[in-house]
Protein backbone atom coordinates (compact mmCIF):
# COMPACT_ATOMS: atom_id res chain seq x y z
CA UNK A 1 0.00 0.00 0.00
CA UNK A 2 0.99 3.58 -0.38
CA UNK A 3 2.74 5.31 2.16
CA UNK A 4 2.65 8.75 4.04
CA UNK A 5 5.26 9.56 6.87
CA UNK A 6 5.25 11.84 9.29
CA UNK A 7 7.85 14.01 11.31
CA UNK A 8 8.48 14.44 14.08
CA UNK A 9 7.07 11.56 15.73
CA UNK A 10 7.07 12.91 18.71
CA UNK A 11 8.12 16.75 20.01
CA UNK A 12 7.87 18.52 23.55
CA UNK A 13 7.63 22.22 23.21
CA UNK A 14 7.45 25.43 25.61
CA UNK A 15 4.64 27.10 25.83
CA UNK A 16 3.95 29.84 23.38
CA UNK A 17 6.63 28.68 21.00
CA UNK A 18 5.43 27.13 17.50
CA UNK A 19 5.84 23.87 16.25
CA UNK A 20 5.91 22.57 12.65
CA UNK A 21 4.60 18.99 11.58
CA UNK A 22 5.80 17.75 8.00
CA UNK A 23 3.27 15.13 6.57
CA UNK A 24 4.88 13.61 3.28
CA UNK A 25 3.41 11.37 0.82
CA UNK A 26 6.51 8.97 -0.38
CA UNK A 27 5.05 7.16 -3.42
CA UNK A 28 2.25 9.02 -4.53
CA UNK A 29 0.65 12.31 -5.60
CA UNK A 30 -1.89 13.50 -2.86
CA UNK A 31 -4.00 15.67 -4.36
CA UNK A 32 -5.91 16.00 -0.81
CA UNK A 33 -4.47 15.67 2.57
CA UNK A 34 -5.99 15.63 5.97
CA UNK A 35 -5.88 16.68 9.51
CA UNK A 36 -6.60 15.21 12.37
CA UNK A 37 -6.40 15.48 16.18
CA UNK A 38 -7.04 12.71 18.79
CA UNK A 39 -7.54 12.64 22.33
CA UNK A 40 -6.65 9.30 24.42
CA UNK A 41 -9.17 6.61 23.87
CA UNK A 42 -11.25 8.95 21.66
CA UNK A 43 -11.95 9.22 17.64
CA UNK A 44 -10.31 11.27 15.54
CA UNK A 45 -11.75 15.20 14.74
CA UNK A 46 -11.11 16.45 11.33
CA UNK A 47 -9.51 19.62 11.76
CA UNK A 48 -8.89 20.40 8.23
CA UNK A 49 -8.58 18.87 4.67
CA UNK A 50 -5.75 20.50 2.29
CA UNK A 51 -5.80 20.35 -1.67
CA UNK A 52 -2.54 20.85 -3.15
CA UNK A 53 -1.99 24.66 -4.09
CA UNK A 54 -4.90 26.28 -2.43
CA UNK A 55 -6.25 27.34 0.55
CA UNK A 56 -7.19 24.55 3.56
CA UNK A 57 -10.88 24.16 4.38
CA UNK A 58 -11.13 24.14 7.87
CA UNK A 59 -13.56 22.53 10.10
CA UNK A 60 -16.06 24.79 12.43
CA UNK A 61 -14.19 25.18 15.67
CA UNK A 62 -10.82 24.92 14.29
CA UNK A 63 -8.78 28.28 14.50
CA UNK A 64 -7.04 28.47 11.31
CA UNK A 65 -4.28 31.43 12.82
CA UNK A 66 -3.47 29.23 15.43
CA UNK A 67 -3.60 25.57 12.88
CA UNK A 68 -1.91 27.15 9.91
CA UNK A 69 -1.84 24.09 7.22
CA UNK A 70 0.11 24.41 3.77
CA UNK A 71 -0.22 22.12 1.01
CA UNK A 72 2.50 23.34 -1.29
CA UNK A 73 3.39 20.02 -3.30
CA UNK A 74 1.60 17.04 -4.04
CA UNK A 75 3.85 15.13 -1.77
CA UNK A 76 4.09 17.68 1.27
CA UNK A 77 1.59 19.09 3.70
CA UNK A 78 2.29 20.86 7.45
CA UNK A 79 0.50 21.65 10.08
CA UNK A 80 2.43 24.22 12.10
CA UNK A 81 0.90 24.92 15.56
CA UNK A 82 1.33 28.51 16.39
CA UNK A 83 1.60 29.91 20.10
CA UNK A 84 1.31 26.50 21.42
CA UNK A 85 -0.20 26.05 25.03
CA UNK A 86 -0.44 22.91 27.38
CA UNK A 87 -4.22 22.55 25.59
CA UNK A 88 -2.99 21.77 22.55
CA UNK A 89 -0.89 18.54 23.76
CA UNK A 90 -2.60 15.64 21.82
CA UNK A 91 -2.22 13.31 18.43
CA UNK A 92 -1.64 14.77 15.47
CA UNK A 93 -2.59 12.35 12.43
CA UNK A 94 -2.71 13.14 8.54
CA UNK A 95 -3.55 11.54 5.78
CA UNK A 96 -3.25 11.78 2.44
CA UNK A 97 -5.76 10.48 -0.88
CA UNK A 98 -5.74 10.19 -4.63
CA UNK A 99 -9.11 11.73 -6.31
CA UNK A 100 -9.31 7.84 -8.29
CA UNK A 101 -9.64 6.27 -4.84
CA UNK A 102 -11.82 6.16 -2.03
CA UNK A 103 -8.80 4.89 0.32
CA UNK A 104 -6.95 6.99 2.58
CA UNK A 105 -3.21 6.51 3.92
CA UNK A 106 -2.52 7.65 7.31
CA UNK A 107 0.86 9.01 8.51
CA UNK A 108 2.21 7.13 11.77
CA UNK A 109 1.08 10.00 14.09
CA UNK A 110 2.73 13.34 15.89
CA UNK A 111 2.94 13.17 19.42
CA UNK A 112 3.01 16.93 20.69
CA UNK A 113 3.32 18.08 24.39
CA UNK A 114 3.29 21.09 25.03
CA UNK A 115 4.79 22.24 28.88
CA UNK B 1 -24.59 14.69 6.70
CA UNK B 2 -23.01 11.68 7.22
CA UNK B 3 -22.76 9.24 10.80
CA UNK B 4 -21.10 6.63 11.95
CA UNK B 5 -22.29 4.61 15.26
CA UNK B 6 -20.07 1.96 16.95
CA UNK B 7 -22.20 1.38 20.07
CA UNK B 8 -19.34 -0.91 21.52
CA UNK B 9 -17.15 0.93 24.10
CA UNK B 10 -15.25 -2.14 24.80
CA UNK B 11 -15.20 -6.05 23.48
CA UNK B 12 -13.60 -9.02 24.99
CA UNK B 13 -13.23 -12.20 23.18
CA UNK B 14 -11.15 -15.28 23.47
CA UNK B 15 -8.10 -16.47 21.96
CA UNK B 16 -9.29 -17.90 18.52
CA UNK B 17 -12.70 -17.12 18.34
CA UNK B 18 -14.47 -14.90 16.48
CA UNK B 19 -15.78 -11.03 17.15
CA UNK B 20 -18.11 -9.00 15.39
CA UNK B 21 -17.54 -5.46 15.81
CA UNK B 22 -20.72 -3.44 15.04
CA UNK B 23 -21.29 -0.19 13.13
CA UNK B 24 -24.03 1.42 12.19
CA UNK B 25 -23.82 4.35 9.69
CA UNK B 26 -26.22 7.35 7.80
CA UNK B 27 -25.61 8.98 4.62
CA UNK B 28 -28.08 10.80 1.95
CA UNK B 29 -25.36 9.80 -0.76
CA UNK B 30 -26.39 7.05 -2.83
CA UNK B 31 -22.16 6.36 -3.60
CA UNK B 32 -19.91 5.74 -0.40
CA UNK B 33 -17.47 4.15 0.47
CA UNK B 34 -16.62 1.91 4.47
CA UNK B 35 -13.63 1.62 5.84
CA UNK B 36 -12.63 -0.40 9.00
CA UNK B 37 -9.41 0.67 10.55
CA UNK B 38 -6.97 -1.07 13.90
CA UNK B 39 -5.02 1.45 15.79
CA UNK B 40 -2.72 -0.28 18.33
CA UNK B 41 -1.17 1.48 21.00
CA UNK B 42 1.07 3.29 18.91
CA UNK B 43 -1.23 5.25 17.54
CA UNK B 44 -0.40 4.50 13.50
CA UNK B 45 -3.84 3.88 11.62
CA UNK B 46 -4.03 0.66 10.13
CA UNK B 47 -6.30 0.03 7.33
CA UNK B 48 -7.98 -3.38 7.63
CA UNK B 49 -10.76 -3.68 4.91
CA UNK B 50 -13.26 -1.35 2.37
CA UNK B 51 -16.96 -1.96 1.29
CA UNK B 52 -17.92 -0.09 -1.52
CA UNK B 53 -21.95 0.94 -1.51
CA UNK B 54 -22.25 -0.40 -4.90
CA UNK B 55 -20.61 -3.81 -4.16
CA UNK B 56 -22.59 -6.98 -4.61
CA UNK B 57 -20.18 -9.54 -2.61
CA UNK B 58 -19.20 -8.70 1.14
CA UNK B 59 -15.58 -7.50 1.33
CA UNK B 60 -13.05 -10.08 3.19
CA UNK B 61 -9.45 -9.89 3.73
CA UNK B 62 -7.63 -12.54 4.90
CA UNK B 63 -9.35 -13.14 8.73
CA UNK B 64 -11.54 -9.86 8.30
CA UNK B 65 -14.89 -9.60 6.80
CA UNK B 66 -17.47 -7.11 6.48
CA UNK B 67 -21.08 -8.21 6.97
CA UNK B 68 -22.87 -5.79 4.80
CA UNK B 69 -26.30 -5.17 5.15
CA UNK B 70 -26.95 -2.13 3.29
CA UNK B 71 -31.24 -1.83 3.83
CA UNK B 72 -29.90 -2.02 7.49
CA UNK B 73 -26.67 0.74 7.10
CA UNK B 74 -24.59 -1.80 8.88
CA UNK B 75 -21.43 -2.93 8.74
CA UNK B 76 -20.37 -4.98 10.89
CA UNK B 77 -16.49 -6.35 11.11
CA UNK B 78 -16.05 -9.96 11.77
CA UNK B 79 -12.29 -10.82 12.84
CA UNK B 80 -12.28 -14.97 13.00
CA UNK B 81 -9.71 -16.53 15.13
CA UNK B 82 -8.90 -13.96 17.34
CA UNK B 83 -5.01 -13.57 17.77
CA UNK B 84 -3.68 -11.66 20.81
CA UNK B 85 -1.78 -9.01 18.38
CA UNK B 86 -5.75 -7.96 17.45
CA UNK B 87 -6.42 -6.17 20.42
CA UNK B 88 -6.76 -2.75 19.86
CA UNK B 89 -9.04 0.21 18.99
CA UNK B 90 -11.00 -0.76 16.23
CA UNK B 91 -12.70 2.20 13.90
CA UNK B 92 -15.78 2.28 11.65
CA UNK B 93 -15.11 4.79 8.96
CA UNK B 94 -17.50 6.09 5.90
CA UNK B 95 -16.43 8.39 2.59
CA UNK B 96 -18.56 10.06 0.89
CA UNK B 97 -18.19 10.55 -2.94
CA UNK B 98 -15.78 12.38 -4.61
CA UNK B 99 -13.29 11.25 -1.76
CA UNK B 100 -14.03 13.92 0.59
CA UNK B 101 -13.70 14.07 4.12
CA UNK B 102 -14.37 11.03 6.15
CA UNK B 103 -16.88 10.67 9.47
CA UNK B 104 -15.30 8.42 12.02
CA UNK B 105 -16.98 6.05 14.88
CA UNK B 106 -16.11 6.69 17.96
CA UNK B 107 -14.38 3.03 18.24
CA UNK B 108 -14.43 -0.16 19.59
CA UNK B 109 -11.79 -1.24 22.08
CA UNK B 110 -11.45 -4.77 21.30
CA UNK B 111 -9.02 -6.95 24.25
CA UNK B 112 -8.19 -10.43 23.34
CA UNK B 113 -8.21 -12.95 26.41
CA UNK B 114 -5.26 -15.52 26.19
Known amino acids: GAVVSQHPSRVICKSGTSVKIECRSLDFQATTMFWYRQFPKQSLMLMAT?????????EQGVEKDKFLINHASLTLSTLTVTSAHPEDSSFYIC???????????FGPGTRLTVT | AQKITQTQPGMFVQEKEAVTLDCTYD???????LFWYKQPSSGEMIFLIY??????QNATEGRYSLNFQKARKSANLVISASQLGDSAMYFC???????????FGDGTTLTVKP
Open chain 2, 93 to 103: AMRGPNAGKST
Open chain 2, 51 to 56: QGSYDQ
Open chain 1, 50 to 58: SNEGSKATY
Open chain 2, 27 to 33: TSDPSYG
Open chain 1, 95 to 105: SASRVVSYEQY
